[in-house]
């Protein structure tokens, strides 16, 4: 698990899957079910989830080449009648959550990554 969230199930396109995430005071972890849209090995994971018509997010992260490495898109989108009030009520706290989940990332990936053999 990444810092502040979890996908389980089979990362596939179509498949659900299981979302767990840390929403934090006073709403704590929550596992919510979700359906993968991309699932591209290397590239990009997303998936969509919530309350048809309420509360829909669509929430990925895209791996991109740069001249300096690999650089991260990390994106998500709400629909819903209730999901301008709710992003305006817990954006703080979103843009917190998602600076560690990118940090966690990045810390996995450079332990992960082996050096070629100079």
């Known amino acids: 698990m990444l810092t502040g969230f979890a996908v389980r199930g089979p990362l596939v396109e179509g498949a ?3 979302l767990t995430i840390e929403l934090g005071p006073p709403l704590g972890q929550r596992s919510i079910p979700v359906k993968v849209m991309s699932a591209r090995q290397d590239r990009e ?3 969509k989830g919530g309350i048809r018509g309420v509360m829909r ?3 990925g992260v895209r ?3 740069s001249e300096r490495g690999t650089h991260v898109v990390h994106y998500e989108t709400f629909t819903g009648v209730l999901s301008g009030v709710l992003v ?3 954006q703080s706290q979103m843009v917190s959550r998602y600076r560690r989940v990118n940090q966690s990332l990045r810390d996995h990936c450079e332990q992960s990554f ?3 053999a100079e």
């Open 16 to 18: 659900s899957a299981l």
């Open 45 to 47: 994971l997303s998936w």
């Open 57 to 59: 997010g669509h929430h």
């Open 63 to 65: 791996l991109e080449p």
């Open 88 to 90: 305006r009520l817990m």
């Open 114 to 116: 082996v050096k070629p």
